[in-house]
């Protein structure tokens, strides 16, 4: 079986012939190569290491100032792929072409073993059954309904670094992130007393031996730091049939798709169980308010055409269940970083979280309700400016399904000395929209772009960014027809988590100067420089209030 990390003779092969393929197709249609960018080092990788290794920060800053908001970039094996910052161009991919910018094809099939062919798999008329039949279960009022379920599993951890550090003189050095994943992984499978996104109690925080639990922890590392031989076959499999390359997933012997396999199994065998048990309850009218029940009772009532039968509702949770617990664990992580970085902030969060303390318990009242946590105008943000600068979903690659022509809010002058207002780009090119890149564009967010101030939310600049994305002109949970589903969920998450925890605890940096990267998985994780084959890791002083 063919190795995946393997570099061998047979690759270099394909690869040359993989080549001379790129070369015909540039030759024989609308091409990129006049757009200004980096020569390639190399043919076999050309950029590929920088794109997927350098910190998330360092290479968009390079393109942005060398090259401008769009820059054309090598992939493995000369492939040309165009990098996006420029956010009219992205807002025409995402806003206005609906399903003609679909996931490159040739990812479909790893994608597939990652969330099985669920939502986020799936784009143009499947997508659109599938997004109709979920919908109702991602409102408003469903987030709101998830409040009580995220405060008792933030309560639970506050509880638990609180008797760590009540053993330690009242200080200690806590890696908040595992803490965190372990959180949003139980608010996932928790709540067989109240409503909650699937009845299960996965009692991470609790440290319990549930596989499920197990099969799900750090599973986005699994892409973290590619070999240059998986960064090759990378390239190479975009000419290989995908059902080549899924019979190849299916039977590989790397440990790392193993994991992906043993995670497919786990969920499949849950979630199975669980379908029949919730359709029974529904059946005798004991429905509840989570997420399967929800999609469950929309199926129920969906035209026959577009139901979905059982072997498409397990996808979708398993979809859900990766797209929500480490985006959102990650993020408030972040969050606490920059409080910790900015004690100044922190206290002045404490102070509002204390301030609309008093009020609740004036009002009788013991806990924070959706209503409290909007208006708190500090933490909202905060929550906004941790979403800006860190958004963990850094880039979305996209492709495109015909030739078209991409407006630009800046012009860019290229390689023979054209200044161009719009870019005509061939069908099947592969694109990277920078979120990051975006956020951090001085030109719209202002010169201190790159310095982390919640104020700019509360003062006239919170008009900044271009009007793009579901949330604040923010683009962190994407935008247009595959946005990201779980937002409301999430801000609901976050607002919990920064409640609790900085209302009993307090986070500072460790006395020991420590380098944090901002290192890319599928999602942007910190990982302390030196010590990255530790894993993902934000260690923080953390003491009792
Ligand atoms: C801070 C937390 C989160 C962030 C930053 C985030 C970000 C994103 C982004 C950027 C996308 C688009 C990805 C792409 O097109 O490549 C996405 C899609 C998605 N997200 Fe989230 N997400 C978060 C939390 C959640 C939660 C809590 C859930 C579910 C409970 C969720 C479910 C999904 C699903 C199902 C998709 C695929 C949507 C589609 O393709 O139509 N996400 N998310």
Wanted: proline share 5%; aromatic share 8%.
């Amino acid at each position: 079986m063919l190795d995946l990390v393997g570099e061998n003779y047979a690759l270099l092969s394909v690869a040359a012939a993989c080549g001379l393929y790129t070369l015909y197709r540039k030759y024989s249609r609308i091409s990129i190569s006049d757009v200004p960018g980096p020569e390639s080092k190399t043919f076999l990788l050309g950029h590929s290491k920088e794109l997927l290794l350098d910190d998330c920060g360092t290479t968009e800053a390079k393109f942005r100032q060398r090259y401008g908001d769009v820059v054309r970039v090598k992939a493995a094996l000369g492939e040309d792929i165009l990098w996006i910052a420029d956010h009219k161009a992205i807002k025409h991919i995402l806003h206005k072409s609906g399903y003609d910018y679909p996931k490159p094809p040739g990812d479909k099939p790893l994608r597939a073993m990652v969330t099985d062919q669920g939502l986020a798999w799936a784009d143009g008329e499947m997508h659109r059954r599938y997004k109709k039949i979920l919908l109702p279960a991602f409102g408003i009022p469903e987030a709101k309904e998830f409040l009580p379920v995220f405060t008792h599993v933030v309560t639970r951890l506050a509880d638990r670094w609180t008797n760590e550090l009540a053993e330690k003189d009242s200080t200690g050095i806590i890696n908040v992130a595992d803490g965190l994943m372990r959180v949003t992984l139980d608010a996932i499978g928790f709540g067989t007393w109240s409503s909650s996104a699937f009845d299960h109690d996965f009692g991470a925080v609790t440290e319990s031996e549930d596989p499920l639990m197990k099969s799900y922890t750090h599973l986005m590392t699994v892409f973290a730091a590619p070999s240059p031989g998986r960064l090759i076959f990378r390239g190479v499999s975009r000419f290989v049939p995908p059902s080549w390359l899924s019979f190849l997933y299916e039977h590989t012997s790397s440990p790392d798709i193993q994991r992906l396999r043993d995670n497919r199994h786990q969920v499949h065998t849950f979630a199975a169980g669980l379908i029949e048990f919730k359709r029974k309850a529904i059946e005798q009218g004991k429905g509840q308010r989570d997420i399967m029940s929800l999609l469950l009772k929309a199926n129920a009532s969906a035209k026959d055409d577009a139901k979905l039968r059982d072997d498409e509702i397990i996808p979708q949770m398993r979809t859900i269940m990766f797209a929500a617990h480490e985006t959102t664990a990650i993020t408030i992580a972040w969050g606490l970083y920059e409080l910790a970085k900015h004690p100044d902030t922190q206290a002045r969060l404490r102070e509002e979280i204390m301030e609309t303390r008093r009020k609740i318990k004036a009002r009788g009242e013991t806990e924070f309700t959706t209503n409290d946590f909007d208006a708190m105008p500090y933490m909202n943000a905060v929550m906004k400016e941790t979403l800006r600068l860190h958004p963990v979903v850094a880039d979305i690659p996209r492709y495109s399904a015909k030739d078209d022509v991409l407006p630009l809010a800046n012009p860019i002058t290229t390689r023979s000395g054209k200044v161009i207002h719009e870019l005509p780009i061939p069908q099947g090119l592969r694109l990277t929209l920078s979120i990051y890149a975006y956020q951090t564009n001085e030109n719209l967010w202002g010169e201190d772009a790159l310095v982390f101030d919640p104020d700019r939310w509360l003062e006239e600049r919170d008009k900044a960014g271009a009007l793009i994305g579901v949330y604040s002109n923010l683009l962190s949970f994407s935008a247009g027809v595959k946005n990201c589903i779980g937002w409301r969920l999430a801000l609901v998450q976050i607002q919990a988590s920064l409640v609790q925890l900085v209302s009993t605890l307090n986070f500072a940096l460790p006395d020991e100067p420590q380098d944090v990267r901002m290192f890319r998985t599928v999602t942007v994780v910190p990982k302390v420089a030196g010590r990255e084959h530790e894993g993902i890791q934000l260690p923080l002083k953390v003491s009792l209030l």
